[in-house]
């Protein structure tokens, strides 16, 4: 089956149409929860032009260098745990993450810094600075060396060296690692999208390759999506990879369509209870 990654996947459709622990997304023990698994997928950048028979990230390359709109407020603040350790935030804590244009952005980055470039209703891209004003990056099935400025295409950007909670590898060798695969493709490639590449090339975890991880037993990976102050919805996942996948989706359509799906779902399967909400953070 393993060999089917490239041929077959699997659409995310609505929380009433993916697989759950519970037919009712519920666990009894701490509150409602929704299971999510992706089998197979392409890349999601991909999938987001499939319509038009452009990937996500070459859609932007069609519209010109002019600077994209980004509103933060539509951000879906959330949190990842594997079983009990946070090991992904982003938040009012780290709200001050600042997005600068491309040409501002050149003269703060650092080797091995990890850039993500941004705009209102398309998937993030992520990449690794290398120095000299260039990234590498996984741009359709192919990694990819370029110029900052070029690879945003008019998006703005940002360094996201701090949501991940893991230890990061020296800037050498996320440079390294970065660098050594230049030019794979294809079914040469180990990684579903750019986040898990970049992820990857900084933390050197396999946890982001495809395959990784088995897809058996109790679902380990938990989305704490902040749906306000006061209330929060756990979605479960068997792997890293899935689990990134999803909260992508969540980025792409911004934060009110997210809520609104919750809502929906929640509605229709079980009476909200705030004494449920999971309420502790990072």
Same mark, same amino acid.
Do not use: F, P, R
């Given at each position: 089956m393993g060999n089917q990654v490239d041929k077959m996947k699997l659409s995310h459709l609505s929380y009433a149409e993916v697989p759950t622990v519970d037919p009712n997304g519920l666990d009894t023990e701490e509150g409602p929860r929704i299971g999510v698994s992706y089998i197979f997928s392409t890349d999601d950048e991909e999938q987001e032009g499939e319509n038009s028979?452009?990937?996500g990230a070459d859609k932007e390359h069609h519209t010109g260098t002019e600077q994209k709109h980004y509103d933060r407020r539509n951000e879906v603040d959330c949190a990842v745990y594997h079983r009990e350790e946070c090991i992904y935030e982003r938040s009012v804590m780290t709200a001050g993450m600042?997005?600068? /244009?491309p040409e501002n952005q050149?003269?703060?980055c650092k080797a091995g810094d990890l850039v993500e470039f941004v705009t209102t209703g398309q998937y993030p891209h992520w990449a690794v600075y290398v120095g000299d004003f260039q990234v590498v990056h996984l741009h359709r099935a192919e990694i990819k060396n370029s110029f900052l400025t070029d690879a945003s295409q008019g998006r703005r950007c940002r360094i996201v060296n701090e949501l991940y909670k893991f230890k990061a590898l020296s800037a050498?060798?996320?440079? +390294?690692n970065a660098m050594e +695969?230049?030019?794979a493709k294809d079914g040469e490639l180990s990684w579903r999208n750019s986040e898990c590449f970049?992820?990857?090339c900084r933390f050197g975890k396999r946890e982001f390759k495809m395959g990784g991880e088995i897809r058996i037993g109790k679902q380990p990976y938990r989305l704490k999506i902040l749906m306000s102050e006061i209330q929060s919805h756990m979605l479960e996942f068997q792997c890293l990879e899935d689990l990134v996948m999803e909260k992508r989706r969540h980025d792409q359509v911004g934060r009110t369509s997210v809520v609104q799906e919750l809502a929906n779902h929640l509605n229709s399967t079980t009476k909200w /209870?705030?004494?449920h909400t999971f309420y502790n953070t990072c």
């Open positions: 028979n452009v990937d600042e997005i600068y /244009s050149l003269h703060k050498e060798m996320v440079v +390294q +695969q230049v030019g970049a992820a990857w /209870s705030t004494k």
